[in-house]
T-cell receptor, first 115, second 115 residues
Framework: GAVVSQHPSWVICKSGTSVKIECRSL??????MFWYRQFPKQSLMLMAT?????????EQGVEKDKFLINHASLTLSTLTVTSAHPEDSSFYICSVASGVTDTQYFGPGTRLTVL | AQSVAQPEDQVNVAEGNPLTVKCTYSVSGNPYLFWYVQYPNRGLQFLLKYITGDNLVKGSYGFEAEFNKSQTSFHLKKPSALVSDSALYFCAVRANSGGYQKVTFGIGTKLQVIP
């Protein structure tokens, strides 16, 4: 399967600042990447689908101006949480889809804590 | 709308005993079904998938899952549990049709293997 990395693995920031999270596909050219958010003891919530060279597709209820997604190349997608607030604290996970069945391969996740 | 149900929040099993983690699904048409495992503060790891063909699917780390179309189930099984199998397990489904189809994840089942 595809190997996916995320950076940073954890970040602590002050309320009102912006945080950028990188997702890299290390061995696979991913035209599509996905960004999920996971709350404690809950399932993954799809935030948006990131498409290389075009605008991301956001799920209903996800603020596109707050969660900026850039998929600048076939191996890199970034999620920027703008003007972060404590309620944005969460575990953010990216994935790439590979193959006909679109099996998803996940990054290790980024723990964001907003003080 | 497609959905996944994992009826058990937690499954406890003694080391060496067989384990089963339950999953039922609802989707239009034929499904692609997936199982993922998540260790604390990590992303999800792909275990196995059902596409078509043999109803019994074998995956990583000795896990297998049985697709039952009449019961719309895809239970995860392992003949002999290890303490290291203790983790959070997610079942996922997507429609088996052309083009990209959104994947829906279950809420997860915590597996606790007792030494």
């Amino acid at each position: 399967g595809a190997v996916v990395s995320q950076h940073p693995s954890w970040v602590i920031c002050k309320s009102g600042t912006s945080v950028k999270i990188e997702c890299r596909s290390l061995d696979f050219q991913a035209t599509t990447m996905f960004w999920y958010r996971q709350f404690p003891k809950q399932s993954l919530m799809l935030m948006a689908t990131s498409n290389e060279g075009s605008k991301a597709t956001y799920e209903q209820g996800v603020e596109k101006d707050k969660f900026l997604i850039n998929h600048a190349s076939l191996t890199l997608s970034t999620l920027t949480v703008t003007s972060a607030h404590p309620e944005d604290s969460s575990f953010y996970i990216c994935s790439v889809a590979s193959g006909v069945t679109d099996t998803q391969y996940f990054g290790p996740g980024t723990r964001l804590t907003v003080l | 709308a497609q959905s996944v149900a994992q009826p058990e929040d937690q499954v406890n099993v003694a080391e060496g005993n067989p384990l089963t983690v339950k999953c039922t699904y609802s989707v239009s048409g034929n499904p692609y079904l997936f199982w993922y495992v998540q260790y604390p503060n990590r992303g999800l790891q792909f275990l196995l998938k059902y596409i078509t063909g043999d109803n019994l699917v074998k995956g990583s780390y000795g896990f297998e899952a049985e697709f039952n179309k009449s019961q719309t189930s895809f239970h995860l099984k392992k003949p002999s549990a290890l303490v290291s199998d203790s983790a959070l397990y997610f079942c996922a489904v997507r429609a088996n049709s052309g083009g990209y189809q959104k994947v829906t994840f279950g809420i997860g089942t915590k597996l606790q293997v007792i030494p």
